[in-house]
């Protein structure tokens, strides 16, 4: 394992047990971090699809990370959406851990229902730029200045295989995974002289409830089985199976330690191949 000893790591959306951001935190806090879990801690009013993580769950995770890796883990909650929530967690932190050296920007959803651009819902398309894109920036933007206080770090942002090939009916999340691919260039870019990486990780499909989701979904709309759409899916994949949560968690923690000390810039695929 990578040794991440006396580092404090925020990890974003990562209050489900089932979600990517969980295995990385619990990756990290294995790696020696102290972690932060921030996630919304309550539903998503107008989130139609997949449900976000609650505060019993957060609570259930801080508890679950500290007493299995024996380092300080808090569950704090967090609206990507809204740079308030943002500067308070990040005061917290700071005021609890002291400073902060990686960021792991996790937090993602979609909206509305999948559909041609031409009868996209408008709000649907503002409101997962919101959270997927924008939400990016703002809790970067909150933290590089604690980053650059410790004397350097790392921040991973998690996009998308979307952000690199076209889905269908989906534009809204790869035009915002896409931004989330080039911001992190561009971050790459301004921060190397502060010694401060920014890598972003493009899943491809990994088994979670947004997966699940999707699942469902397209096996309504080609009259099919859940289990039908995920065994043609793994036909596409060559490693011919659906990834898990871990597998991204590891790439994150080596993307998050000095192990990669010469990568920065970077928008790393984990597809099973399904993107080479
Ligand atoms: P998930 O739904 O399990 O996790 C997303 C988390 O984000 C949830 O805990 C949710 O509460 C949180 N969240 C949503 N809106 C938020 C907000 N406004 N503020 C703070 N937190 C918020 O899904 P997942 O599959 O674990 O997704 C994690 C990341 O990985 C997302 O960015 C997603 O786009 C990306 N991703 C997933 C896959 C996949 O196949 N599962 C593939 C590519 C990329």
Known sequence: YPDLKGRTAIVTGAGKKTGIGYAIAAKLAACGANIVVADLGR???????VSTASSEQMQDIEKQI?????VRCRALSLDVTDSESISQMVASVVREFGGIEILCNNAGASFGVPSDVE?????AWVKTIDVNL??????S??????????????IVNIASRAGKVAPLFNSAYAAAKAGVIMLTKTMA???????????????????????KWRFELEAQFFNTTAEQRQKEMCATIPLGRIGEP?????LAAFLASEASSYITGQAMNITGGQLM
């Open 141 to 154: 933007k909150a933290v590089i200045p604690e980053i650059r206080q410790a004397g350097g770090g790392s």
């Open 134 to 139: 924008n939400g990016v920036f703002r809790v």
């Open 43 to 49: 539903p998503q009013p107008d989130q139609s699809q």
């Open 189 to 211: 870019k301004e921060l190397a002289g502060a010694g401060i990486r920014v890598n972003a990780i493009c899943p491809g499909q990994i088994m979670t409830d947004i997966e």
């Open 246 to 250: 871990a597998e991204v968690a590891d």
């Open 66 to 70: 500290a007493d299995d890796f024996k």
């Open 119 to 123: 009868n996209y819902d408008e709000a």
